[in-house]
Structure formats: structure tokens, C-alpha cells
């Protein structure tokens, strides 16, 4: 009998993500030849939460398809409900712009309290579309994951403990126009 061989060793797999460091977002979708440029533009980077990320793709679901004798004759599988939420800790014009509809600019509310003057705008809490892209670095700085066409939906919380006011946002990967749903990129040495 032959001995056990194996091609990939352990060391030649120890590619990780740990722990989810920055996040951004891109208006329109990624494709792989957005990547191959020597730069990759996005829009903004989004204050998610450290302790508000939760990052699953979806378990696929599998139908079975079983004979009269009740044996399994062939499978079938569907991608998962993925879940993907983070938390986006800012209350920035432009993150209230993105994520909830301005209703109207409020050029300044003056001496609203104490003689203080601000300015902001009106939104609505109807749930928003959002499409886009968003690009995860991860905290060693060793891997990206690039979800290149998202739907993103978000829901504002005011009063949540220690934790400042912020959005829970929710993500739907999509395929992008390649049929993409995801990229992962890990750091080569020497090029």
C-alpha cells in the first residue's frame, strides 16, 4: 500500500482574515479590471463598528431528490440568505446622504439651544436602496474581500447601550456584470 502524500501542506493554506479592519464603499460596481489598474477609487470609508460586524455569506440549500426505494437520486442547491450587517458610527452628512433620503437641506436652525447655531438636513426613515460595492481590509492588512455589486439597506439607532449612534446596515452580495459575487485577494511578496 502507498503512502499518504499530500500536495498542499498546512503553511501553503494559512491565508486568513482576521478580523475586519476598514471598510468602503463605491457607488457602482467592481469588475476584475477595476483591479487590474494601478489604482481602485472609492467613495468613502465607512466607521463600522469593531464589535457590529457580522460577516456570513449564506449556508447553501440543498434539495434532495430521492427514488421510490428512498434513496437520495440527486441534489440540488440554491445559494443561501446571506448575513451580512455592520454598523456604521457616524451621523456625517454625507452618511446620512448615502444611506437615508434627504428630504431637505436645512441651511441653519439658529439659536435652537442656548444660542447655538446648526445645520443639517431633513430624512426620511423609509428603508433606501443602496447599490454599490463595498472593499474589507483585514486587520493584519494581508487580505481584502471585495463584495463588487451590493444592495445595502439601513435602519438608524439613536440609543444602543455605550455605543455611539449609528447605522445597522444590511448587505446583499450580488453577481456583478462578470457574474462576481465575491473576490478575495491575499498579499503576494515580491510582486
Do not use: C, H
Not at 463588487?148 to 449612534?165: H, L, S, W
Amino acid at each position: 500500500m502507498a503512502g499518504l502524500t499530500v500536495t498542499k501542506a498546512l503553511a501553503d493554506l494559512k491565508v486568513l482574515f482576521n478580523d475586519l479592519k476598514e471598510v468602503y464603499f463605491k457607488s457602482g460596481e467592481i469588475k476584475t479590471t477595476d483591479l487590474g489598474s494601478e489604482s481602485l477609487t472609492m467613495d468613502m470609508e465607512l466607521p463600522a463598528l469593531d464589535d457590529g460586524v457580522t460577516f456570513d455569506t449564506g449556508s447553501a440549500d440543498v434539495t434532495r431528490v430521492r427514488i421510490t426505494t428512498k434513496a437520495v437520486w440527486t441534489s440540488k442547491a440554491s445559494k443561501g440568505d446571506p448575513d451580512i450587517t455592520f454598523q456604521v458610527a457616524s451621523v456625517a452628512g454625507d452618511v446620512n446622504d448615502l444611506l437615508m433620503e434627504n428630504k431637505k437641506a436645512i441651511a441653519s436652525a439658529t439659536n435652537i439651544i442656548n444660542g447655538k447655531t446648526y445645520k443639517g438636513a431633513a430624512y426620511s426613515l423609509a428603508p433606501k436602496k443602496v447599490t454599490g460595492a463595498l472593499l474589507m481590509q483585514s486587520e493584519d492588512r494581508q487580505t481584502v474581500i471585495i463584495l463588487p455589486n451590493v444592495e445595502m439597506y439601513a435602519n438608524f439607532v439613536a440609543a444602543d447601550g455605550d455605543k455611539p449612534a449609528y447605522f445597522n446596515v444590511a448587505v446583499t452580495p450580488l453577481e456583478n456584470s462578470e457574474g462576481a459575487d465575491i473576490f478575495i485577494l491575499s498579499e503576494t511578496v515580491g510582486g
